[in-house]
Every structure is written in structure tokens, then in C-alpha cells.
């Protein structure tokens, strides 16, 4: 009869620990963006032909030249990529040296898009199929990596870059070139 | 007006609910008190002023009252009538005041009908379930009601998600709701027996046939849930393990439990307290199932229902009432007197390994769901699925199923080996010989390989207990632990030769082409736009042709819904005695040619049937129940008539005789 007793306040503490635990999850803000099991890993081999005359192709190679830069997933016909256009000059602007892959995109369209939101980039490479984008562990457009000069992922950002993302971005950018 | 006049009857019967309590309480802790009297009527009054509140709702989503905010938000003038009311309960308000009026019928139920067990428990029984409704009411009123006005009314509705749109899933929610409402009933007479100490076999008596109903829901709603999820995704899978399939799975497991524990209290007075702590478990998983449902803390393919400041209170009225019935439970259980003891092989051994068997695949299946939710607070993703579950489940699932063809053909008490060594021989042999000839033959995997070995052995032990005995007289609930435990093996045989043969394709296809997969040979003739009432799909037209037979023609969809704007897949089912062809239309993929993803599902359609046969077997257990009851009510009645009557005579006529 101890015994059963005292299971039994073990079970009204087992409960009441459950309890702690939902009220603990359900205060704290929900995170439904899955991150990429690639941060802190290197960049997957690839080699992408240019998506847009003006610009050259992509390659892994060119992400390990010893700086570090924002790998920028983009396409053309996504809105938030628009949305995001602005942010993207400003980090060009201080001093961020940004490559892009289009995904599913048409060199013209790509073209127009540079025309109109503005060219912050400098290499873009074309990814018909997404298969880069899914090798990198991206589940949607628009998504940015930093990608230190060793050519490992520092950090992801998923979605449109919005002004506050700006500084933490570049603060990730300075982080992946000292190496800290 | 209509709306209003359902706002005003759900306050009453919350006043009503209030009143309920205080009067049990008077009642319980004063023998006799004058109050108590009013337990019974505050109960059937609010049954009343609940199916009041809840033909409101109906009302104003029949008649698309666009004024009301719920129907603004989840109706539309242009849908059919029974998508309107299921509008009424399709969403989180409306499923709320479902939930509330239903537990109101059952109390108001209870109040008028049930005699049997001593008036001080049965005081303390409506006072917990007014006291469980309470918190209802409070939830419903404060923050989710569904009479809300909206000023100004908007021209027209936002419609109902189409996934919902679908004559399966207007009621399976409501289907698991009266499952969960059934089980807070059980609750309530656990928790009144604990309060009295007064755990007897007529407790138990009268508490299974609520359990029995709950059990006989929770079994269709999951069939229900897991045949549209079936066909409504579009992904070809039954089961997915997911955190709002497991929280409909555990208390049906809890509940399968507590039937079985019950019948053994009923029967041989053993089991007393772990009767009640099931009791209180199994309302516990009802509650934190719609936790889980409605916070939306786990991410799920049911994130249409979740609001997560709705999540704090229902976890509020968990930690009250589960919290509440644990502490009781832990201060009275030793208070309660043993039950009657038993052999290890007797009818009661067999329904303890059951018991110990389900809980443990209810704690395996708590631990996969919330493991989730308890690394995520350490910053770490991690989902669990089916390598977790199928095989830690299997550890308990597949023994229990030996134990269950076995156990229902021992005796209560004491039995003896030599006695059934036949039947136990002979269901073992037979598990044997279709282990080693399915081996032989196919060589599937371990898991689907004892599954159908298992189903062989639990179909046929299922049907032993008709051996010997005349059919004609065999009492109801016989017939439906027959029925249950067979359609546990139907069940099992679908999903076993499902995962052991099913075979998948997927291919891009234009008109003319044509694909194989098993023995089918689909041909695609056409790829036509069409539209519905409120949708515009692509559909591939198809024949089918099974082993170079007559093609068999049909056409599944890739729909667009425009309010709210949503793609759905509407695949095509071509159903033989021998399985399931499953088709899907997917996007265009190049020029002209579209995706397709097609299965030949050898006997996947036994899993519902098995379902079907389970809950089926549990109706016929509960008509046995109750007759049972009312012949028995009929008697008592009888002898007390007589008795008046000898009483009134002045002499004995005679002792009674029943």
C-alpha cells in the first residue's frame, strides 16, 4: 500500500510536470520554419550554368575563394523576393558580396527582374529542377545563406529579409569572415 | 433574435451547472440535506437549455445569418445545405457547444434515469460532471462564443476549408467528440465512486454501458478519420502517426482498457482501483487530445483547428481536472478495500495482460507524441514516426493479440491448462502453419509476416467461444466480443497485407500512355478541365483494366477551391473484393503530361471493414447491456409491486421468487 502510494504521487508529479511543459510551449513563440541540418556544414558540390546573360554561373568552387558571402535563393516570379529587393542593396551597399540561384527561371524573366527591383548580385547561377535549393536543405524562395570563404553555412535565413534582418545579417557576414 | 435566444439558454444552463454543483456538494457532505434535490432537475434542465443553445446554432448557419460572426467566418451563401451544418460544428466554437450540449444530454441523461447505485455516489457523480461542464461553459462563454454578433454583417461568408468540405469528415469530428464526451461520463462515476468509496461491481455496472458508447464512437471516429485521410490527402497512407491521429488513438486505447477492466469489476469484483484510475486516464487522453488538437503546440496536418490562447484555457481545465483526479485518486486509492483475488490463468489473468498490454502501447504512443514537444524545449527538432511506433508497438501489440485469441476461453477465477490445451494448440498451430507457408511464398518482412500469421490466429479464436454453444441463445454481449475481437483481425490482415504487397508508381503521363502497377494496366484517354458548385479541377480521364480484363473507367482530380482558395486532391478508388487501386492526378509536369501516382493496395479496404466489425461488435454489446438493464429494472419493479400489494393484503403471499 506505500508503494502504491507513493507511485501515485509520482504519477500527480509526472502530471503535473506534462502540464509545466505544455504551458512552457504554448508561452513561447512557435518556430514552424524547419532549419537546414546543413549550417555549420559545407556547401553541397554543384555547378550551375548563368541564369541571365549579364551575370556568370555558380558553382560550390566559387563559394570557397576565401570570403565570405550571402547565398541568395531567389526566382523571378516570387513575390517576397520583390519585397526584398531593397534589403538586398542595402547589405550590397555596406560592403556584402551576394550571389544568387534562381530557381525554375527564364533568363529573360530574370533580366526584367534585375531591371526593375535592382542588381545587387554577383554571380547568378540557374537551378531548373531545384536541386541545389533542395541540396542545400532551402524548403522555399525566398532564403538566404551565409556561407563563410571555406565555403561552410554559417547561417540561414528563411524568408524575405526585412529592414531589422539587415544588421543581424551583416553581423552574421563579419562573424563568418573573422572566423569567431 | 434566433441567435441570442441560444446565447441567453447557454448562460441559463451554465447558472443551472453552478447551481449543480453546490447542491451536490450539500448534498454529499450532509446526508439528507433538502437541497440535494435539486441535483437531479438543475441536470435535465440544462440537457434542456443545451439542445436549445445548439438548434440556435444550427438555425443561424442554416439560414446563413451573416451577421454572426462564426457563420461570417465559415459559411457561405452558396454552399449545399449539409456543408452549412456541418459549418455548425466544422470550426472551433461551434465544436465546443457540440461537445458542451452533448455532455449536457448525458448528465441530463444520468439525472433521470439512473437509480441503481447509492444516492450519495450518484450526487457526487453529477456534482463532478457539473463540475467538469462548468469549466465548459466558462471556456465556451468567455472565450469562444459562438452567438458572437458582427456589425457591420459582410455580404457574404469566407466558406469552410474544402478539406472539410466532405461528407466523411462532417462527422467524424462530432463521431470522436461523443466518444470523449461518453468518457467524461465515466469520469464523473469514477470520481464520484472515489469520493464515496464505493467502488462495487454495480458501479461498474453501471458505468460500462457509457464506456461501452464512448468506445463505440472513438472506434468509428478513428476509422472514419483514418479512411479520409485516406482518400482526401492524397498521399495513399492510412496511418501517420500524427500528434492528432494519436490523440483520437490513445483514448480509445485507455478506453479499450477501462472496458475490459470494468466487465472484469463487474463480474468477479476485482481490478476496484485500477478501474478508476482508467477511468480517470481515459477522460485525462480525451483532454489532452483536444489540447493537442486545438493549441496547436505539435505540428500537425489538423493545424486548420488551432489557436493556441484557446490552448491556455483548455490547459487550464486540464490541469484542474486531470491534476484535481489524480491528487483525489492518490489520496483514496488506499482507502479503497481489494477487490476479490484471482489465478494467473483465469478470464481475469488474461483481461490483466490486456490491460497491462494496452497501457503500455498508450504510454509508448504519449512518449512519441509529446517527445517532440519536450525536445523542442531544449531548442533540439526532432519528429517521431512510423520507426518508432510500428515496431515499440509491436513489442505489446502483437503478445496482447496472442493473449486475446487465447483469453476469452478460459474461465473466470481459476482454469487449468488441460482443460483448453485443444484451443490452444490449435490457434498457435494454425498462426504456425500461415507464418511458415506466407514465408515460404512471399518472404515479406517480420512485421507484416506475424501480422497475417496473428490475424489467422485471432480470427480463429475469436470465433472458438461459439464452439459448443447454442447460437440461438447466445446473450448479445457475446456476440459482440465475437464480432469485436474478429474484426480486430480483419483489421489486422488489411493493414498487414497492405504494407506487405502494397505497390507504388510514380510517373508523368499524357493522353494515350499507358501504366502498369501490380496487375493493373491504366490507360489515360483524356485530360479534361471540369468545375463543381465551388471548385474548377483538372481531371484525368482513365481506364483500368485488372489482369487484361474489362476496363473499368475513372477520373481523379486535381481540384481548386476559390473560398477559401485551396488545392485538393480528389483520387480515384477502384475498389475489388481483393484490395484497392488508388490513383492521384498531380500538376502538369512538361508539355501535356501530367503527374500520376498510382497504388495497388492488396486488402487495404479490410482495415475499415475490420473497423467497422469492432464498433459493430461493441453496438451489440451495448443493446445487450441496456436490455439487459431494463428486463432487470422491469423485475425489480415487479417485486415491489407485489410486495405493496402482500402489504396491503395484511399477509405473506409469497417470498420473492426472482
Known amino acids: ?180 | 433574435m434566433i441567435a441570442e435566444l441560444g446565447l441567453a439558454a447557454l448562460w441559463l444552463a451554465a447558472a443551472l451547472s453552478a447551481l449543480q454543483l453546490l447542491a451536490a456538494i450539500a448534498g454529499v457532505r450532509a446526508q439528507g440535506s433538502a437541497i440535494a434535490a435539486l441535483v437531479r432537475p438543475a441536470a435535465a434542465v440544462q440537457a434542456l437549455l443545451c439542445a436549445i443553445a445548439f438548434l440556435a446554432l444550427l438555425y443561424v448557419f442554416a439560414s446563413t445569418d451573416l451577421s454572426v460572426a462564426l457563420v461570417a467566418a465559415n459559411s457561405h451563401s452558396d454552399k449545399p445545405l449539409i456543408f452549412k451544418l456541418a459549418g455548425a460544428w466544422g470550426n472551433h466554437e461551434g465544436s465546443m457547444l457540440l461537445w458542451v450540449s452533448v455532455m449536457a444530454l448525458a448528465g441530463g441523461l444520468i439525472a433521470i434515469v439512473e437509480r441503481r447505485l447509492p444516492e450519495r455516489t450518484m450526487l457526487a457523480t453529477l456534482g463532478a460532471q457539473s463540475f467538469v461542464s462548468l469549466g465548459f461553459y466558462a471556456f465556451l462563454l468567455f472565450s469562444s462564443n459562438p452567438f458572437e454578433r458582427l456589425d457591420p454583417a459582410p455580404l457574404q461568408g469566407n466558406g469552410l476549408n474544402p478539406l472539410l468540405q466532405d461528407i466523411g469528415l462532417a462527422f467524424h469530428p462530432p463521431t470522436l467528440y461523443f466518444g470523449y464526451v461518453g468518457l467524461s461520463v465515466a469520469f464523473s462515476f469514477a470520481v464520484g465512486a472515489l469520493v464515496t468509496r464505493q467502488v462495487t461491481p454495480e458501479f461498474a455496472r453501471v458505468m460500462r454501458p457509457w464506456v461501452l458508447g464512448a468506445w463505440i464512437f472513438l472506434t468509428l471516429g478513428i476509422t472514419a478519420g483514418s479512411f479520409w485521410a485516406y482518400y482526401e490527402l492524397g498521399w495513399g497512407g492510412w496511418w501517420f502517426w500524427d500528434p492528432v491521429e494519436n490523440a483520437s488513438l490513445m483514448p480509445w486505447l485507455a478506453a479499450t482498457a477501462l472496458l475490459h477492466s470494468a466487465s472484469v469489476l463487474a463480474a468477479r469484483d476485482a481490478l476496484r482501483t485500477w478501474t478508476i484510475m482508467l477511468g480517470v486516464v481515459a477522460f485525462s487522453m480525451s483532454m489532452i487530445g483536444t489540447f493537442l488538437v486545438r493549441s496547436g503546440i505539435l505540428t500537425s496536418v489538423h493545424a486548420f483547428a488551432v489557436d493556441p490562447e484557446r490552448g491556455s484555457f483548455i490547459l487550464a481545465l486540464l490541469a484542474i481536472y486531470i491534476g484535481g483526479a489524480l491528487v483525489l485518486f492518490a489520496l483514496r486509492a488506499n482507502t479503497v478495500a481489494e477487490g476479490e483475488r484471482f489465478a494467473l490463468l483465469s478470464r481475469e489473468g488474461a483481461l490483466v495482460v490486456n490491460n497491462v498490454a494496452l497501457s503500455s502501447i498508450l504510454g509508448i504512443v504519449l512518449l512519441g507524441t509529446l517527445y517532440p514537444l519536450l525536445t523542442e524545449a531544449f531548442d533540439l527538432r526532432v519528429s517521431v514516426g512510423p520507426p518508432y511506433f510500428n515496431p515499440v508497438g509491436a513489442m505489446f501489440f502483437l503478445p496482447m493479440l496472442v493473449v486475446l485469441a487465447i483469453g476469452p476461453l478460459l474461465r473466470w477465477r481459476r482454469d487449468s491448462f488441460a482443460r483448453v490445451r485443444w484451443q490452444v494448440l490449435a490457434v498457435l498451430g494454425l498462426a504456425g502453419v500461415v507464418l511458415l507457408a506466407v514465408w515460404l511464398v512471399t518472404q515479406i518482412k517480420l512485421l507484416p509476416l506475424l501480422g497475417i500469421a496473428l490475424a489467422a490466429a485471432v480470427a480463429l479464436g475469436s470465433l472458438l467461444p461459439l464452439r459448443g454453444r447454442d447460437l440461438g441463445r447466445l446473450p448479445l454481449p457475446v456476440w459482440g466480443m465475437v464480432i469485436s475481437h474478429f474484426g480486430i483481425a480483419v483489421a489486422l490482415f488489411g493493414m498487414a497485407a497492405d504494407s506487405a504487397f502494397q505497390e507504388e508508381r510514380l510517373v508523368a503521363a499524357g493522353v494515350g500512355e499507358t501504366v502498369a502497377v501490380g496487375p493493373w494496366q491504366a490507360r489515360v484517354t483524356a485530360i479534361v478541365p471540369t468545375a463543381g458548385p465551388n471548385w474548377t479541377a483538372m481531371e484525368a480521364q482513365m481506364a483500368f483494366a485488372y489482369d487484361g480484363g474489362a476496363p473499368r473507367l475513372a477520373a481523379p482530380q486535381a481540384r481548386q477551391f476559390w473560398s477559401p482558395p485551396q488545392e485538393t486532391s480528389e483520387v480515384a478508388l477502384i475498389t475489388r473484393w481483393n484490395g484497392q487501386l488508388y490513383v492521384a492526378v498531380g500538376n502538369e509536369v512538361e508539355n501535356e503530361r501530367w503527374q500520376l501516382r498510382l497504388w495497388w493496395k492488396p486488402f487495404v479496404t479490410f482495415i475499415w471493414y475490420g473497423g467497422v466489425l469492432i464498433a459493430l461488435g461493441g453496438v451489440l454489446a451495448l443493446i445487450g447491456r441496456v436490455a439487459g438493464d431494463l428486463r432487470r429494472r422491469a423485475a425489480v419493479r415487479l417485486i415491489e409491486e407485489r410486495r405493496a400489494d402482500e402489504a396491503n393484503a395484511g399477509f405473506p403471499l409469497a417470498r420473492d421468487r426472482a
Open chain 1, 1 to 180: 500500500m506505500r508503494r502504491l502510494r507513493l507511485s501515485l504521487w509520482l504519477l500527480v508529479a509526472l502530471a503535473l510536470a506534462l502540464f509545466a511543459l505544455f504551458a512552457l510551449q504554448l508561452s513561447r513563440p512557435k518556430n514552424e520554419f524547419v532549419q537546414s541540418a546543413l549550417v555549420g556544414k559545407r556547401v553541397p558540390d554543384f555547378a550551375l550554368a548563368p541564369a541571365v546573360e549579364s551575370h556568370p554561373g555558380l558553382s560550390s568552387a566559387d563559394l570557397a575563394d576565401g570570403r565570405p558571402k550571402l547565398l541568395n535563393v531567389f526566382g523571378s516570379w516570387c513575390i517576397p523576393c520583390r519585397a526584398e529587393a531593397p534589403q538586398l542593396e542595402a547589405l550590397r551597399r555596406q560592403g556584402a558580396e551576394i550571389v544568387a540561384v534562381a530557381i525554375r527561371d527564364r533568363p529573360e524573366d530574370v533580366a526584367g527582374f534585375l531591371q526593375v527591383y535592382g542588381d545587387p548580385f554577383t554571380r547568378i547561377g540557374a537551378d531548373q529542377i531545384s536541386a541545389v535549393q533542395l541540396s542545400l536543405g532551402s524548403s522555399g524562395v525566398p532564403e538566404t545563406f551565409v556561407v563563410d570563404g571555406a565555403g561552410i553555412i554559417t547561417h540561414q535565413h528563411i524568408g524575405d529579409i526585412r529592414e531589422r534582418d539587415v544588421a543581424i545579417l551583416l553581423d552574421e557576414l563579419r562573424r563568418a569572415g573573422t572566423g569567431a
